[in-house]
């Protein structure tokens, strides 16, 4: 490959990865912001999260849009090429991250006023936490290349499910004391189940990077909490 055509391959690149760390940025934002919406049920900032979600879906687009011509261009092979793959996988969990947060944004509104008690709001606050910096370590692996990072967050996984269907069972309980607390316990479920979906995104990040990095996919069943049949039919 002559030395300008490589260079020219480089600078593609290094803008798809921008445009993956300008992603990664939104939907850090945009989560962060989730947790502090759901704790205040603010919902000034739940609408700012809704609104922010259009730049992530058109920089998926970009990402692949670009990765495919880079592809047909330059007809990478090897690392160059797991590395012009890995931007499409990645681009595309975080689209839906986005989405997931978005989610949990419109329960917020959906909630209407209804203030649930502070023990379940801190409980899916510690979850929300959670997956934030499972989120927040597997983008640090990305951009750092770091292999032992990510299988770190890959290990991880199960940690969010626990927790998901500990609050599972925390909702539940509220609903059969009171039917008055079925409604907004309903909003909270979907959005516990929202942030657990968000953890396992976290962990597919972390299986791209670790096959980027490697070359090696990660075989084995993910590490799982806890997960009875009823928690996963709440997310159907």
Same mark, same amino acid.
């Given at each position: 490959?002559?030395?300008?055509?490589?260079? !020219?391959?480089?600078?593609?690149?290094?803008?798809?990865?921008?445009?993956?760390?300008?992603? %990664?940025?939104?939907?850090?934002?945009?989560?962060?912001?989730?947790?502090?919406?759901?704790?205040?049920?603010?919902?000034?900032?739940?609408? +700012?999260? #809704?609104? =922010?979600?259009?730049? $992530?879906?058109?920089?998926?687009?970009?990402?692949?849009?670009? !990765?495919?011509?880079?592809?047909?261009r330059r007809q990478p092979m090897a690392v160059d090429l797991r590395d012009v793959i890995a931007t499409i996988r #990645?681009?595309?969990?975080?689209?839906?991250? %986005?989405?997931?947060?978005? &989610?949990?944004? +419109?329960?917020?509104? !959906?909630?209407? %006023?209804?203030?649930?008690?502070?023990?379940?709001?801190?409980? #899916?606050?510690?979850?929300? $936490?959670? !997956?934030?910096?499972?989120?927040?370590?597997?983008?640090?692996?990305?951009?750092?290349?770091?292999?032992?990072?990510?299988?770190?967050?890959?290990?991880?996984?199960?940690?969010?499910?626990?927790?998901?269907? @500990?609050?599972?069972?925390?909702?539940?309980?509220?609903?059969?004391?009171?039917?008055? &607390?079925? @409604?907004?316990?309903?909003?909270? $479920?979907?959005?516990?189940? &929202?942030? /657990?979906?968000?953890?396992?995104? =976290?962990?597919? #990040?972390?299986?791209?990077?670790?096959?980027?990095?490697?070359?090696?996919?990660?075989?084995?069943?993910?590490?799982?909490?806890?997960? &009875? /049949?009823?928690?996963?039919?709440? %997310?159907?």
């Amino acid at each position: 490959m002559a030395n300008h055509t490589v260079a !020219a391959f480089d600078l593609e690149l290094k803008e798809l990865q921008r445009t993956i760390a300008a992603m %990664g940025g939104i939907a850090e934002t945009m989560q962060s912001d989730a947790i502090d919406a759901l704790a205040k049920q603010d919902v000034r900032l739940a609408q +700012k999260i #809704i609104a =922010a979600d259009p730049e $992530l879906d058109r920089l998926q687009r970009d990402v692949e849009e670009k !990765a495919i011509l880079t592809i047909a261009r330059r007809q990478p092979m090897a690392v160059d090429l797991r590395d012009v793959i890995a931007t499409i996988r #990645i681009a595309n969990d975080l689209e839906r991250v %986005g989405d997931l947060v978005k &989610n949990i944004a +419109k329960r917020i509104l !959906a909630m209407d %006023g209804q203030f649930p008690p502070p023990t379940l709001l801190a409980s #899916i606050g510690r979850m929300s $936490l959670m !997956a934030l910096n499972q989120f927040k370590s597997v983008i640090d692996a990305y951009t750092q290349r770091d292999p032992q990072a990510a299988l770190a967050v890959w290990q991880r996984d199960g940690d969010i499910d626990n927790l998901y269907t @500990s609050l599972f069972r925390e909702l539940l309980t509220y609903m059969m004391e009171d039917p008055r &607390n079925i @409604s907004f316990c309903t909003h909270l $479920l979907f959005a516990a189940k &929202n942030v /657990e979906r968000i953890g396992d995104h =976290a962990t597919n #990040i972390a299986e791209t990077v670790y096959y980027l990095v490697t070359g090696e996919s990660l075989a084995v069943d993910r590490p799982r909490g806890d997960e &009875n /049949e009823l928690s996963a039919q709440a %997310g159907e």
